[in-house]
């Protein structure tokens, strides 16, 4: 055969190529439309006001603590970097945090909270949990000789850690409280597993410190719990969308005894934040009667009153281009909230707080 | 005079087995690991419908592709079935890395310390590779046939 009988052939082939890609798009889950689910919103319509917004210059920024006069902020890939400002996001101060440390692994993994006075360092791997004093600035060993691997670690009180640790007894992931020298004090009847122990337990650990209570939020499944800081469960309740059972498949077995998702999970409750008793969730998924294109744009949020166990109302706070909120936090009456690389301060709407 | 050319069809022989050794190499990675690439393509946005049928079609590809390109006879059509397999490959990434939500984690072996670009370039390269070999190959005729012109034309 000739060069043009081999062009013709060669042009055949690239289109058939390309259909089959175009095909398999054609097909997938990415054509179709979002998901709605079938519960209804509360929602608030009147946009929240921005009392003042700064830009951070990176995205990497996350809150890390907040007290009467300041907002610290720590950051995912310079965990040492700490940024504080006012409450009018002015005065910002950086500041290079000391690990008083010989040696480090996965330094990345660190995360900064900050409980006035202190500000805390925690690593799950290590493990090291580290503290220091605010305008000291250095971060020694809160427990010496600890091996306490965790995935979460929020500290309370003052010299007390919460932890996401897994339970030798159950195989699963587990809340526990660490204090002092003592050896990690599990509950083993907080988090309760559905399919792996360990996936499908995904969630996030908040610390309401006006009513000095833990509440845990689920990732894959409706349901969030409120305990005390002693591990003691106050409440167990859920969300207002209708997803109970998390949707995880994991592979089958795998060599080295690794454990891996084969499916992306789907996310319902994706981020929280809680001050006195109000529950702040930010929830992946469409209403019934939602706009689709104000959901598209925006974050929407669940409110819940813990004390009284009921869904309060919603709100959105609109992204910043495709940006969504990534870190979230309440203090008093006033919304902190991360967008791309802007930090706001919004006013709580008066319904909500009484 | 008909001129010999042999760099033309030692060519064709190196591309042939840079194919053959690419394509043994993905497939038996991925059949040694068979759960860990299900898994890995569940999570593919583009796929992840289809995991039971790609899962075996893929490696069975590459691998009855390398057949072929063993076989002289049936080379140049190895060759097309390879530079279109290897097309939708870098289509693939190239549609992961502009429209796709999120990136799924890549397989492969030694391949899966290539960052995604960087994998794209890779099969992009493989991807030309076979196409030139389709135009250097030289059509198959078994030995000791004249051509018109009356000339000894010894293999391709």
């Not at chain 1, 971060?139 to 897994?166: C, H, W």
């Not at chain 2, 569940?42 to 072929?68: A, F």
Request: hydrophobic content about 45%; glycine content about 6%; proline content about 4%.
């Amino acid at each position: 055969m000739n060069t043009k009988q081999n062009i013709i052939i060669v042009v055949l082939c690239t289109i058939a190529s390309v259909c089959v890609i175009v095909a398999l798009y054609a097909i997938s889950p990415l054509t179709e439309g979002v998901y709605r689910g079938s519960f209804k919103r509360n929602l608030i319509y009147t946009p929240l006001v921005s009392l003042s917004e700064l830009n951070l210059g990176v995205n990497s920024f996350y809150i890390a603590g907040i007290d009467d006069s300041r907002i610290y902020l720590g950051n995912y890939t310079a965990p040492l970097h700490m940024l504080s400002t006012n409450h009018q996001l002015l005065d910002s101060q950086h500041v290079r945090l000391e690990l008083g440390l010989d040696s480090v692994q996965s330094f990345q993994r660190f995360r900064l909270s900050v409980d006035s006075p202190f500000f805390f360092l925690t690593h799950g791997i290590m493990p090291e949990y580290l503290r220091g004093h605010l305008g000291i600035w250095k971060a020694t060993r809160l427990f010496p000789s600890a091996k306490d691997y965790s995935s979460e670690a929020q500290p309370i009180n003052t010299g007390s850690l919460i932890m996401k640790s897994l339970s030798t007894e159950t195989k699963s992931l587990e809340l526990a409280i660490k204090t002092g020298a003592h050896p990690l004090r599990f509950n083993n009847s907080l988090l309760n597993k559905q399919v792996d122990g360990i996936f499908c337990l995904d969630g996030k650990l908040l610390y309401d410190k006006a009513k000095a209570q833990i509440v845990y939020i689920h990732y894959y499944r409706n349901e969030f719990l409120v305990a005390d800081t002693s591990l003691n469960l106050i409440l167990r309740s859920h969300t207002i969308d209708t997803f109970s059972r998390a949707a995880i498949k994991l592979s089958k077995k795998l060599s080295g005894g690794e454990s891996m998702l084969a499916a992306p999970p789907v996310k319902i409750n994706t981020n929280g934040a809680v001050y006195n008793s109000k529950l702040f969730v930010v929830s992946s998924l469409l209403s019934r009667t939602e706009d689709m294109h104000d959901f598209l744009t925006n974050t929407v949020i669940d409110i819940y009153d813990t004390s009284e166990n009921r869904y309060v109302k919603s709100i959105y706070i609109p992204d910043k281009g495709s940006d969504k909120v990534s870190s979230l936090a309440v203090y008093k009456d006033k919304l902190i909230a991360i967008t791309g690389n802007y930090i706001n301060i919004y006013d709580i709407p008066e319904e909500i707080i009484n | 005079m008909k001129r010999f050319i042999p760099s033309r069809s030692l060519l064709v022989d190196i591309i042939c087995m840079l194919l053959i050794l690419l394509f043994v190499y993905a497939a038996l990675n991925k059949v040694m690991e068979f759960n860990k690439f299900q898994a890995q393509i569940g999570k593919s946005p583009l796929i992840m419908r289809y995991v039971p049928i790609i899962s075996w079609l893929v490696p069975s590809s590459e691998i009855m592709i390398s057949l072929i390109l063993l076989l002289p006879k049936f080379r140049v059509y190895g060759l097309y079935m390879a530079y279109s397999l290897m097309l939708m490959f870098t289509l693939y990434i190239g549609f992961i890395l502009t429209f796709s939500p999120y990136v799924p984690c890549s397989c492969g072996g030694i391949l899966n310390n290539l960052g995604w670009s960087q994998h794209l370039v890779f099969n992009f390269a493989f991807t030309l590779i076979a196409l030139s070999g389709t135009f250097l190959i030289k059509p198959f005729k078994s030995e000791s046939k004249t051509t018109a012109s009356g000339e000894l034309n010894l293999g391709s």
